[in-house]
């Protein structure tokens, strides 16, 4: 059985990855704003299905069951409604 140290740590190192996770997520939503500057100019509808579906298609590939699919999918979900925030706030 775990000790309560043993928890602590193993929550620090969560800690840790959550920090690394949101780093890397305010790179994605930069990189969303720079997209939905695009799509104004070039006057591209912001949803984009396949697009979305494409990436949970990447992902789950990549993963290989290791998460289900429907995991991903709502993992990616609240990150696209994010995204796609960012993009029509251009």
Avoid: W, Y
Avoid at 24 to 32: A, N, T
Wanted: net charge positive.
């Amino acid at each position: 059985m775990k000790s309560k140290n043993d928890i602590h740590d193993l929550r620090k190192d969560i800690d840790i990855i959550d920090e690394k996770i949101f780093d890397l997520l305010v790179k994605r939503f930069s990189i969303s704003d720079g997209i939905g500057k695009l799509k104004l100019l070039k006057r591209i509808d912001i949803d984009d299905p396949g697009r979305e579906k494409q990436i949970i298609d990447r992902i789950d590939s990549k993963i290989r069951g290791r998460i289900t699919r429907n995991e991903i999918i709502a993992i990616l979900g609240p990150i696209f409604s994010v995204s796609k925030k960012k993009q029509k706030n251009k």
